[in-house]
């Protein structure tokens, strides 16, 4: 299944997944650090969406309450949510 999430507080703008049988198969980022986040989005790849959300949730950056990989984490938990 594919999905986006409208990120907030972050750089970029939204994001998109696609998991099958809750293991992460792609994430793409619009807008934002584009080398980081192409890089977030395979270091992810092929995990359980558990652990991606146990091991980016809360990562903040700068100033700023949220990041990229703590949205990506939220985005995860709402798509469990609502599965």
């Given at each position: 299944?594919?999905?986006?999430?409208r990120?907030?507080?972050?750089c970029s703008r939204a994001i998109t997944v696609t998991v099958e049988n809750d293991i992460i198969t792609d994430v793409e980022f619009m807008g934002g650090c584009n080398g980081n986040l192409k890089g977030i989005g395979k270091l992810v790849?092929?995990?359980h969406i558990d652990?991606?959300?146990n091991?980016?949730?809360g990562?903040?950056?700068?100033?700023?309450?949220t990041s990229c990989p703590d949205q990506l984490a939220k985005a995860l938990m709402q798509y469990k949510a609502q599965k």
């Open positions: 299944m594919t999905f986006s999430y990120t907030s507080g972050t790849g092929g995990m652990e991606v959300i091991r980016l949730s990562i903040t950056c700068g100033f700023k309450q």
